[in-house]
Structures are given as C-alpha cells and as structure tokens.
C-alpha cells in the first residue's frame, strides 16, 4: 500500500486509465519511489504536480491506410504521445510493433519523462508508433507504410514541439522514409525535426550505437561502485537489434564476454563469445532469424528454441529486447547462479517481482530510465549538432556520452543516499528525475 496521498492519486490514475497495465506497472514504480520524500516537500502535493504529470499533455491517435504489394488496403493505427514539455521539446521514439497500443506508448511516454530529465539536457517527455508489424514486409511497403505515418504525424512535429526518434522496428531505414516524407510535406530540411538520421544527412555519430554503449558503460560504473568490473566476466544480453547489438560491442570493449543474443524465436549461447561482425551480418543487415548466427558460426554456439535466456549461468545481465521479459523466476535463477549486476537496455524489462528479487539479493540493479537514457542523450546531442549545423567526431561524441552515463550514475547515488536508500538506484533515479520536472512545472504555473 502507497502513502494516502499517493494512493489517491493512483487509484485515479487507474480509473481514468482503464485497461492499460504497463502504464499502471510504470506509474506505480515511480509513485513508489516517491514515498521517500513525500511530505518534504508539499508544494508537489498542493500544485497536483504528480496527477498533473500522470496525464499526457496531448494524445494524438491516427488512421495509417498503405497499399500492400498485392494492391491491397492496409489499415494501421498510428499514435503519439505528447507527455510532458516541461524541460524542451516532446523527445522520444516511435515503435512498429504488432503489440502496440495506447496503453503500451503512455508507459513508455512516461517513462520518458523522468529518463529524459536525468541527462541534464533540454528535453522533454513523449513516444509514439503504431501496430504496424514490419516483420516479412518488402522495402517497398515499409515505405509506403512510413509515408503515410508521417503524412498525419508530421501536422504535430517540429525542431520546437516535438522530435521523434526510433524504438523497436523503427531504425535507419524506417527514419529515412519518415524524414523524406516530412521533407516533401514541409518543404522544409529541417534536420532537427526526427533523431537517428543517417550520417550523410544531418545523425550524428555514435547515435547508433548510444544506447547499449550506455547500457553496458552504466553497468561498469555500478561494478566499480562495488570494487568489481567486466573483466573476463560472462554477460548475457537479450535481443539482437539495435540495444542488444551495442550493448555487446561495448561489452567487448570493456573486457567482458557477452555469451547470449535472442531474438522472439529463442536464443543462441555462445561460450567462446559472441561474434559480433556475423551477427551484424545476419541481424543489420540480413534482417535474418537468430537460429542462422549458430548454424553460421559453429563450434560451441547453439541455438535454443523453447528456453529462456536467462537460465544461462552470467555474472552480468543486459535485458534488451522488450517490456517483462525477465520475471521473478528468471531473477532467481540469476540471482542463484550468482549475478552481480543487472542494466535494463530495454524499457521495463523486468517485471516489478524480479526487481524486488534482486533487491533483496543485494544485486546492483540499473533501472532503464537511467541506465538506457544515453540513447536519447545522443539524440539531443544530434539536436545540437543539427542547430548549430556542425559535425561532430567518433571520439567526441563517445567522450559526452561517457561523461554523461558516468554522471547519471553519480546523481542516482547521491539522490538515493539523500533519501536514506544507499546503492538504490531505482529510488535514485525516479526522486532525481521527477525533482527537476516537477520544479519546472510549478515555476511556469498551473498549464
Ligand atoms: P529493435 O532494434 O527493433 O530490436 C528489438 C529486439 O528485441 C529484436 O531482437 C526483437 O526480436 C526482440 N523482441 C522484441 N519484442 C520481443 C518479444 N515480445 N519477445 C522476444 N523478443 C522480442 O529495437 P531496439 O531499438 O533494440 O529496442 C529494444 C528495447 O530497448 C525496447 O524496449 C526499446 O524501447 C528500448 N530502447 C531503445 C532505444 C533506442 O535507442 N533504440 C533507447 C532506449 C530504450 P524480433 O525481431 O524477433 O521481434
């Protein structure tokens, strides 16, 4: 049970939000780490700031009609969630996937809300996408699918209001049509408008791989807080698209052994260690299945269909697939084969029961509004960039987002040991997150 201020607020939420358990699995972690400062400081309370975050400043919902390659009409929903512009523009990506819904994008607006205030940088909360399934798709129809998103979307976009970037089966590929269409619509080169473009026309580098480098660098630095590192440690990361792939990388880099990769058709282990350019290969650019990466690389790899990737003995673990994909069993058995560190590379993959598994083990857990923040860290280095129409190097831009990672992790420390909670990250990152926004919102007023 919440604080009764705090249960009030979220027995509203629930009833004003009927049907959507991942918004109400999200909101209830951030308004349980909220009870540490309750009553300290009732301005919060009195201004409604947190019933007033809970509710997205605009929702957008749209129809998306595309013609197939048989000639047949095609009907898509499209969302966008314009959550909170307290601190910049609406910042967040967008998502094509079979299972989105509205339910799904709010959590993940609101997530990004708090993610987007711990970088220190002038962002502000949003996400959007649609139940388009690019899966078996030809390049053409993903175009055409693409067009028609952005032939709604692109009325609410803007470098000022509101800058999309890419999430799960949103990459390079789906941003260049997007960024075309908006072009052609405006009339305008607005670099700024979209996050994630390709190097010859206004991304920037290290965008790509931003997010699992943050991931695996935020799980280096909590190994450090502890006396630890990844040297010669085994690491099983999930998925293998963009998150996973460079979450792997940066593994290597660090001196560990990322030993896993999934895609939703299983996972393959790999004692030897991931290679990485053939999985680049099969997954960038082959688009193929994860079964292909065993077959290709031989020796030791396999393949295992029906498993879960976490019964793999680690020390170290990088969920980055999706939302609950490691639940309170799947803690165990980590927890048992003795994991030391979990980095969620993807939003809220684990579910609220494997989180207080790993609490009450003593393992150092980097929630994802913190330890995956440097994927739109990078984009509002790209925003940078485009504003000034400058180009910055490699080694720069990783150098900032090192720093940057580095930084989240000192200020989720110092706020979590401020509210009494030593090494909780997930305290320190929801209090640090909602204290910034929070005070913006209530120097511009009730709006
Ligand atoms: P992606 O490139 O589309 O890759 C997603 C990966 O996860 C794929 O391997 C996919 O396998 C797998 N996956 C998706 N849904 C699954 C399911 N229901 N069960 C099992 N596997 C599933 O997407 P991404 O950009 O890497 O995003 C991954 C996660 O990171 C998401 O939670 C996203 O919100 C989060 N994130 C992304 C960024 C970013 O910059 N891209 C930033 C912050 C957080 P299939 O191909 O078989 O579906």
Redesign the pocket.
Known sequence: MLDSTLQATYDQVLRRNPGEPEFHQAVREVFESLEVIQGKYPEYNDRSILMRMCEPERQIIFRVPWVDDKGEVQVNRGFRVEYNSALGPYKG?L?F?A?VNLGIVKF?GFEQIF?NSLPGLPIGGGKGGSDFDP?GRSDGEVMRFCQSFMTELHRHLGEYPDVP???????AREIGYLFGQYKRLTNRYEAGVLT?KGLDWGGSLV?KE???YGAAIFADEMLRARGSSFEGRRVAV????????YAIEKTHQLGGVPIT?????GYVVDEDGIDLDLLKQI?EVERG??HEYAERRGGSARFVKDGCVWDVPVAIAIP????N?LNADAARTLVKNGVEAISE?????CTPEAVSVFRQADVAFGL?KAA?????AT?ALEMQQNASRDTWSFEHTEERLTQIMKNIHTTCLETAEEAGRPGDYVVGANVAGFRKVADAMIAFGVI
Not at 238 to 245: E, P, R
């Open positions: 990506g998502r996937h299972s993940l993610k899966h970037a890419g999430d799960i089966g949103v990459g994630g965008r931003a997010t699992g999930s998925g293998s698209g963009n998150v996973a792939l990769a999934s895609d939703s058709s997954k299945r994860i980055s697939a999706t939302q994909e590379g993807a939003n809220m993959p994802g995956n923040a440097g994927g739109v984009s």
